[in-house]
């Protein structure tokens, strides 16, 4: 019998953010496919009040919470302190959290803490035969496994965007405060405050429905036989301006920009896509000017419908990588697709 743990934390308003969502959503179809199990909530944070009345209808069989400004913001020794002790009162077997930065360095601490174990980017959680199964991708994206192990307890981090978030009533709903009181030990790191660029500056977006990704032939030579990058810089903003798509680059663009070359100043290494940069995941994706090799490509693993727009019929995205390549000059088409846009609008 299996006793789940969902572990959520709080944001700065008090709510749940989609990834504690998300979790509640994977933890409550485990619930309902694995017979006898118990489902318990776990909520950390500042003030939990809001987030205990939006998963009023949840249906947890207990709902635990470890709340004080202690707990208000991310820090390891608090979150380890009250994790645990959700995880032991629940005397849980199975503990689930999302991949949130915060959990992701807590965690681990709380697994060894506990004798437990613990698998992180989890995609998939399903019961098999009557036992906790997950779904792992190994060697950058290329192969999926599927296991399941016998050591409890079992912590489980899902990546963000991988199951659907929990949608359902608030109300009210009994819960249990934990008292759990942090040494001084544990509260030598204080949050001093938040820095975030501005929202016009941040170009990477995970919640957007496009990855508008840049190749480097935005910067090569082109049938004139000049490049044309403050061009090309004008017309991707502009594109992102309009559509709040997110933004990704091929390694050879983010590399002539890290090289201090007069490129695209906005493109850093986190927007790469590939092998050896990021696997975002959105509904659409659409290269321009990017061939489509296979490093770059398999980055494109969780991308729902891919197009490209390519000069050279014979590119990578041609080899069925792309479901959709248009044969065209980039700079013709996004101008085009800019106008059609107009003053805003969605992609
Ligand atoms: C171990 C390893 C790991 C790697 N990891 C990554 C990774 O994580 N991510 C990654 O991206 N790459 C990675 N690479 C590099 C990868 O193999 C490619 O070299 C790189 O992706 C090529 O980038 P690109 O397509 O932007 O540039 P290019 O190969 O130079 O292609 C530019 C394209 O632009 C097109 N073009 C030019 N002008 C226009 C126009 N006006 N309209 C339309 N199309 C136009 C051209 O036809 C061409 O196809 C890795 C390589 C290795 C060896």
């Not at 437990?116 to 980017?121: I, L, N, P, Y």
């Not at 790191?189 to 840049?214: E, K, W, Y």
């Not at 480097?216 to 082109?222: C, L, M, P």
């Not at 036989?225 to 991707?236: E, R, S, T």
Request: with cysteine; proline share 5%; aromatic share 6%.
């Amino acid at each position: 019998m299996e006793a789940i743990v969902v572990l959520a934390h709080t944001e700065a308003d008090g709510a749940l953010a989609r990834p504690a969502r998300e979790a509640l959503g994977a933890a409550k179809s485990l619930h309902e496919t694995l017979e006898g199990s118990t489902l318990i909530v776990g909520l950390v944070g500042g003030d939990v009040t809001a987030a205990t009345e939006a998963i009023g209808g949840y249906g947890a069989d207990r709902v635990l919470v470890v709340e004080g400004a202690e707990f208000s913001s991310s820090r390891y020794a608090t979150d380890a302190l009250a994790a645990e002790a959700i995880c032991r009162e629940a005397g849980a077997t199975v503990i689930l959290a999302t991949g949130t930065s915060r959990w992701a360095r807590t965690l681990p601490g709380v697994a060894h803490r506990l004798g437990g174990r613990m698998d992180t980017h989890a995609t998939d959680l399903s019961a098999v035969d009557g036992a906790v199964t997950i779904a792992r991708w190994y060697y950058r994206q290329r192969m999926e496994a599927t296991f399941r192990r016998t050591h409890r307890p079992w912590i489980i981090l899902v990546d963000p965007g991988c199951v659907a978030p929990w949608e359902g009533a608030a109300g009210t709903t009994s819960l249990q405060r934990l008292p759990v009181e942090p040494p001084a030990s544990c509260l030598r790191t204080t949050a001093t405050g938040l820095q975030a660029p501005a929202d016009d500056a941040q170009t990477i977006r995970p919640d957007a429905d496009l990855l508008f990704v840049a190749g480097a032939g935005w910067t090569k030579a082109q049938p004139d036989g000049k490049a044309h990058v403050a061009d090309a810089a004008a017309l991707i903003l502009d594109f992102l301006r309009k559509s709040q798509s997110s933004l990704g680059g091929s390694k050879s663009l983010v590399d002539l920009s890290g090289e201090g070359q007069a490129v695209l100043p906005f493109m850093t290494h986190l927007n790469q896509i590939g092998q050896t940069g990021a696997t975002p995941r959105h509904p659409k994706g659409l290269a321009t000017c990017c061939h489509g090799e296979e490093p770059h490509a398999v980055g494109w693993r969780f991308i729902g419908e891919r197009r490209a727009v390519n000069l050279d019929p014979n590119c990578g995205w041609a080899r069925g990588k792309a479901d959709v390549l248009y044969v065209a000059d980039a700079f013709a088409v996004m101008a085009k697709v800019n106008a059609l846009l107009g003053g805003g609008g969605s992609a």
